[in-house]
C-alpha cells in the first residue's frame, strides 16, 4: 500500500507537470472508484491545475474549481503518461480505473490503476478535501512541524492499545501504514505489541525520533525518482518489513513475522522483543 513517502512523492510529480495546465478529459473506466456524484468528473475539464498536495495517504490535485481526491488503497497506483492514446479507453478487467488528460498536443495526463480482485481505490471530487470522509478524521501530520514530542506523547496518554496498530491508526497518526510502523517500531528497538499508555518517557522519545528519522528519509530518497520506481525504492529501503526469513541487518537474527487476518508484521527478536518470539494470534482485531 501506497504510505506517506511514496504519496508525497506522487504528490511531487503531479505538482512539477500538471500545475499550471488545463485538464482536457477525465474519463472513469471502473465506475465503482467514484465516491461523489455531484459536482460531477466532468466539472474538472477546462479547469486549470493549480497544485497538488497530500493529506495522509490521500493524494488532493486542486484547479480553479473542484479537487480531484484519490486514495489509492491497497493495490492502486498513479502513472504518469505522455502520448495518450486519442481513443478512449473502454472497460474491462485490466487494472486502468481512471484517466485524466491535460490540454496540448503532447496528450500527457495520468492513468489510475489497480491490481487485484479486492477493490478499493476510491475518487472524489469535492469542493473542499475537507468534505471527503477519510480526510476530515485524520490525525495530525507526522512531518509537520506543529507535530512535537509533546504532541506525540498527548496521543498515547491513556491508549490502551499495541503500539503498531496506534501507529497505523490514522485517525491518530496521518499516513502511516503497514510498512512503514514495521520500520519505525524496529528502528525504535519497539516490539509491536508493547501498549501505548506503558511506554515510559525515553521510550515515546524514541519512537517519535524514529518516526521522524524514517520517514523523512523515505521521503528523500523517494524525491525526484519515476511513479514507476518509487515501488522499488521502497522495497529496496525495508530493513525488516517484507523480509521475513531474512538476516536483521542490524544485529543478524533471523527477522520473524506475525500473521494475522489480512496483513502481516515483521519485526526482529532481538532488536526488538528481547529475543522471544512473538505469539502469531492470527485472529487479533487489533493490528488488522
Not at 512539477?16 to 465503482?32: C, D, T
Not at 466539472?43 to 493529506?55: F, K, N
Amino acid at each position: 500500500m501506497p504510505e506517506l513517502p511514496e504519496v508525497e512523492a506522487l504528490s511531487a510529480i503531479l505538482a512539477e507537470r500538471a500545475a499550471g495546465r488545463e485538464v482536457a478529459r477525465v474519463l472513469p473506466v471502473a465506475v465503482s472508484v467514484l465516491k461523489t456524484y455531484a459536482p460531477p468528473l466532468s466539472a474538472l475539464e477546462g479547469r486549470t491545475v493549480t497544485a497538488a498536495s497530500r493529506h495522509g495517504k490521500f493524494l488532493d490535485l486542486a484547479t480553479d474549481g473542484p479537487h480531484l481526491v484519490v486514495h489509492l488503497a491497497k493495490a492502486g497506483w498513479l502513472r504518469w503518461r505522455d502520448g495518450l492514446p486519442e481513443a478512449p479507453p473502454r472497460p474491462g478487467r485490466g487494472p486502468l480505473a481512471l484517466r485524466l488528460l491535460l490540454a496540448g498536443p503532447e496528450r500527457s495526463g495520468f492513468d489510475l490503476t489497480e491490481a487485484g480482485t479486492r477493490k478499493g481505490l476510491a475518487v472524489y471530487v469535492v469542493g473542499d478535501p475537507r468534505e471527503v470522509p477519510g480526510i476530515a478524521r485524520l490525525g495530525p501530520d507526522p512531518l509537520d512541524d506543529s507535530f512535537t514530542l509533546e504532541a506525540f506523547a498527548g496521543l498515547l496518554r491513556g491508549v490502551r492499545h499495541r503500539i503498531k496498530g496506534v501507529l497505523r491508526d490514522q485517525s491518530v497518526i496521518a499516513g502511516i501504514g503497514n510498512a512503514y510502523s514495521d520500520e519505525i517500531l524496529h528502528a525504535a528497538r519497539m516490539s509491536p505489541y508493547r501498549l501505548a499508555s506503558d511506554l515510559t518517557e525515553a521510550e515515546i522519545a524514541g519512537v517519535y525520533e524514529a518516526m521522524g528519522t524514517t520517514l523523512r528519509s523515505a521521503v528523500e530518497r523517494s524525491r525526484g525518482l519515476a511513479a514507476t520506481d518509487l515501488k522499488g525504492e521502497k522495497r529496496g529501503g525495508m530493513r525488516v518489513h517484507g523480509r521475513a526469513g531474512q538476516p536483521c541487518p542490524v544485529c543478524g537474527d533471523t527477522v520473524r513475522e506475525v500473521s494475522f487476518r489480512d496483513s502481516a508484521l515483521q519485526y526482529c527478536p532481538t532488536c526488538q522483543t528481547g529475543g522471544k518470539p512473538l505469539a502469531d494470534r492470527r485472529l487479533s482485531r487489533l493490528l488488522k
